[in-house]
């Protein structure tokens, strides 16, 4: 179903993390949800590398591989 890909706009699907109203969209998103954000790594505020938050990248990398591995 495509309807909120069409109606909702990017950044109310996946806000900015630097955005000034990022935390008001976010507490709306239900569990889970998805942030962009342009800042460079190092830049990320402490408590981004104490949370349990997965990089998109890192988790269909993975993926990838186990389907390689297996198949």
């Known amino acids: 179903d495509l309807t909120s890909v069409e109606t909702v706009p990017n ?3 996946a806000p ?3 955005e000034t ?3 008001l969209v976010l507490q709306k998103l239900p569990s889970p949800r998805a942030i962009v954000s342009h800042m460079h790594y190092h830049l ?7 949370s ?7 988790a269909e990398l ?3 591989h186990v389907v ?3 198949y």
Do not use: G, H, N
């Open 11 to 13: 950044w109310d699907r």
């Open 16 to 18: 900015w993390l630097e």
């Open 21 to 23: 109203r990022a935390a």
């Open 44 to 50: 990320m505020p402490s408590s981004f590398f104490k």
């Open 52 to 58: 349990k938050a997965k990089v998109q990248k890192t």
């Open 62 to 64: 993975s993926y990838l």
């Open 68 to 70: 390689i591995t297996l």
